[in-house]
């Protein structure tokens, strides 16, 4: 069975950093894209930013230069590096991946972890 596992969701001061890491555990897939979304409250979800199983990054403009994605595909894990945090980020955070089996390609959501930042 395929989990998403996310970590590293906290509180922090406006202008802190915090890092968010995604693990998929289970066997018998290849991962394709990754992503993080985020969803504050009374609002919809948003891209955060993604990223191809090559490498290829697209973030959301209003996130630009100060969160990064990366990827290890040895350890199916994807990561979120979130800095000069404002109280706009404020919001629970999901990860995605597309996972390619023998028989279908699914996409799965980790179960969000909360990201509070204060001013």
């Known amino acids: 069975q395929v989990q998403l596992v996310e970590s590293g969701g906290g509180v922090a001061q406006a202008g802190e950093s915090l890092r968010l890491s995604c693990a998929a555990s289970?066997?018998?897939?290849?991962?394709?894209?990754m992503g993080w979304y985020r969803q504050a409250p009374g609002k919809q979800r948003e891209l955060v930013a993604a990223?191809?199983?090559?490498?290829?990054?697209n973030y959301a403009d209003s996130l630009k230069g100060r969160f990064t994605i990366s990827r290890d595909n040895a350890k199916n894990t994807v990561s979120l590096q979130m800095n000069s945090l404002k109280p706009g980020d404020t919001a629970v955070y999901y990860c995605?991946?597309?996972?390619?089996?023998?028989?279908?390609?699914?996409?799965?959501w980790g179960q969000g972890t909360q990201v509070t930042v204060s001013s």
């Open positions: 995605n991946a597309e996972l390619i089996s023998d028989y279908a390609t699914v996409l799965y």
């Open positions: 289970g066997s018998g897939f290849t991962i394709n894209n």
């Open positions: 990223i191809t199983r090559g490498g290829t990054t």
